[in-house]
């Protein structure tokens, strides 16, 4: 009880001088009307609605930036003494502008990578899936990898046959690719296709075991169909790596940055500026650094350590790196998978899926090696963030939280975090709060995956556990919003729509009971991810004294009726200070020096 009274004394002390600062600068601004003096500004937005998310200026029509920090918001007759000679004016017309975005749980360099392979989000059926790869194959040299991503076998409209588990057998798929190894990535990551080719090169047979952690799913007879779970993708995937390493250092480089280069373009125009990767390599890390440092990165980084626990012991302390390129790049956090994904029957569960009765899941890291990871992070000041789907493995990870901190009553403020936390039990539902572990959450998996959920878990297990929102929000808990693209696109209005409505393609309402206001969806979008990455004094709201990112809607989404909302465009993305896109009309601009 004396640990739940002082941090609610923190967050009230925090908020107290938040508010006293934030007061401070607004007399500040007064006094200086009184003058007739204002700084001149690089960039004022005027004729706007601005939310704030700041408690002492909640609503104003118009900002200020000088540099790249906000100096100022109020009404458009105050905020044009702000002008002069060189001031960039911005009018809103009306239109809401709010913090910049930050998606909380995506996969960075993921995304710009998808934008080169095969899309396998809108294949119907597993007829389409076979159709796109056999006209790949027509195009691609003889040898080259067929990579796609983004089948999902519960969004088909039929069952392919033969099948095990609805997953297909990979025989149409070799014939059509005899000579080309394919890799066929499943929506969420946790499982993918291969062809006979792809396996022969990865030394695949019957007598092949399931790795720890991983499935290779099998025909009656015991031999592979060309279907991974898990960490069984490993080995098709080090057959590709193998492939890879023929490439010269220079040609691997190159590719990268053109990659991040795809990433940070795709999430500016869907007003996006700052991103939580998790889960990423020290060699990721080192070309986010380089390019941060070079002024090319396009979006804000807080990049997950996703290395094993010997190598990480090792290198940990190398990598720890605040602000880096002018607030372009943070590395303070680790990432772990605990499970699977429910789709794919990874997500580990305390009961039996309701239908695959043989089957609770994966367990994809045991508990000692969380375990070992969670003292890693606390006796170097790192934060834990660890990938968690069923109700077993949310359990499993909070019972290691909750050790951890009671072993080390003196480390405060953690913020360690669960990714995902998607379907929970009842019980473990206020340790959220009382633990102060973040919820890093993905509004869009709702009403993407809620179709199959009770499938799934049945109805009373979705109705208590899944996607539980309301009720972790209710508990103390603090929500952080994401797409976890390239699993999801990573627009944030679909989320933004998915939160607040829990309406699934279906039409039909996920549980609406657990929906999200819409002032708690934007602020999981902002100030609370901001705060799951220890920067809310730098995002997160338009204060006075914060970097200047923000992002300007064509509709205000705050108010426009609910089937409005999916209609809304983003019309600025500013970082900074600076407008790096913008959309108007039918035109879409980036202003920033990518490498394309």
Known sequence: MAIEKGRLLMKLNRFGISVLIASLFLSLAVFSACRGKKPAADLVLLNGKVVTLDPAIP???????????????????????????????????????????IDSHLHFSGVGEAKAILDLTG???????????????????????ILGRGWHQEKWDSVPEPSVDGLPFHHRLSAVSPENPVLLTHASGHSCLANAKAMELAGISKKTSDPPGGEIVRDGSGLPIGAFRETAQGLVRRALASDRQKRSPEQIREEERRSVARAAKECLAKGITSVHDAGVSFETIDLYKSLAEEGKLGVRIYAMIGVGNEVLARRINEYKIIAAGNHHLTVRSIKRLMDGALGAHGAWLLE??????????????????????????IENDFQLCTHAIGDRANREVLNVYQEVFAAHPGKKDLRWRIEHAQHLHPDDIPRFGRLGVVAAMQGIHCSS???????????????????????????????????????????PIAC??????????????????????????????????????????????????????????????????EDQIPETTVVYTMLGGKILYQKLADKAEYFFAFED
Do not use: C, H
């Open 123 to 145: 294949a119907k059926n597993w007829d389409e899936v076979v159709s796109l790869v056999q006209a790949a194959v027509q195009r691609a040299s003889p040898g080259e990898w």
């Open 59 to 101: 609503q104003a029509e118009a900002l200020a930036v000088v540099g790249e920090k906000i100096a100022a918001v109020g009404r458009s007759k105050d905020i044009k003494a702000y002008i002069g000679a060189s001031t960039k004016v911005v009018d809103l017309q009306g239109n809401l502008a709010v913090p910049g975005l």
């Open 352 to 377: 039996p899926y309701n239908d695959l009765p043989t089957s609770s899941g994966l367990n994809t890291m045991s508990v000692e090696a969380l375990k070992e990871t969670a003292r890693l992070a």
């Open 449 to 491: 995956d809620g179709p199959w959920v009770v499938k799934k878990l049945g109805e009373e297990r979705a109705r208590t556990g899944a996607y539980v929102w309301r009720e972790l929000l209710e508990t103390g808990a603090v929500i952080a919003n994401g797409t976890d693209a390239p699993v999801e696109d990573v627009d």
């Open 496 to 561: 933004f729509y998915a939160s607040v409505t829990r309406k699934m393609n279906t039409g039909e309402d996920f549980f609406p009971d657990q929906r999200m206001t819409r002032e708690e969806a934007l602020r999981s979008y902002t100030i609370n991810g901001a705060y799951a990455a220890f920067q809310e004094d730098i995002l997160g709201s338009l204060s006075p004294g914060k970097l200047a990112d923000i992002t300007v809607f064509s509709r205000d989404i705050l108010t426009v009726p």
